[in-house]
């Protein structure tokens, strides 16, 4: 799976959106970017997911680039409890290589929300 | 929507003994369940992928006698620490695949060896 640069943290304030960066120049055609987030003493929790195209739910938004190098997970009115340390992970859909394919963590980027 | 159920949330014990984990996913099947140990200020380093029916695969520098993997149902997977030991005291996660895409994640166990 390729690698994922991400800043060791960021802040922002409370009401206002945040923009989490995530580098992936070795990713291939087949590989997805997963976000998830990890609050402090919990197990991660699934944010967002996507190939090429910009995806949006109801916790997030994924704004991919066109040479899909690099992303931007964005909060878009962020809380205290968005808090945590959010995890940007590049790899190929389990539909490819099984249910046994691993997820592998990186070291994350720390948000930290002010009032 | 899919649910992990990890327990205990938090035990203590002492050096020598042993320490069962549980992993259970509430609302589907899992096939494949991952374990992961997280330290103190670090990142999630998984430590075995486990499937029902079949032995565990462990990575690489993980004993695979100290951490004894079982995952006899598509619902239930545990982990036992045997001969605990202080340097074993850390965050236990486990997570299994609910579809094509996603992974679902415990809420960790906190174990703490004396």
């Known amino acids: 799976d390729a690698k994922t640069t991400q800043p060791t943290s960021m802040d922002c304030a409370e009401g206002r959106a945040a923009n989490l960066p995530c580098n992936h120049s070795?990713?291939?055609?087949?590989?997805?970017v997963y976000w998830y987030r990890q609050i402090h003493s919990q197990g991660p929790q699934y944010i967002i997911h996507?190939?090429?195209n910009n995806e949006t739910n109801e916790m997030a938004s994924l704004i991919i680039t066109e040479d899909r190098k690099s992303s931007t997970l964005i909060l878009p009115h962020a809380t205290l409890r968005d808090t945590a340390v959010y995890y940007c992970i590049v790899r190929v859909a389990p539909t490819l290589t099984g249910a046994n394919s691993k997820l592998t963590f990186g070291k994350g980027i720390t948000l930290s929300v002010r009032p | 929507g899919a649910v992990v159920s990890q327990h205990p949330s938090w035990v203590i014990c002492k050096s020598g003994t042993s320490v069962k984990i549980e992993c259970r996913s509430l609302d589907f099947q899992a096939t494949t369940m991952f374990w992961y140990r997280q330290f103190p200020k670090q990142s999630l380093m998984l430590m075995a992928t486990s499937n029902e029916g079949s032995k565990a695969t462990y990575e690489q520098g993980v004993e695979k006698d100290k951490f004894l993997i079982n995952h006899a149902s598509l619902t239930l997977s545990t982990l036992t620490v045997t001969s605990a030991h202080p340097e074993d005291s850390s965050f236990y996660i486990c997570s299994a695949t609910t579809d094509s895409y996603g992974y679902t994640f415990g809420s960790g166990t906190r174990l703490t060896v004396v």
């Open positions: 996507g190939l090429k």
């Open positions: 070795t990713i291939s055609g087949n590989e997805y």
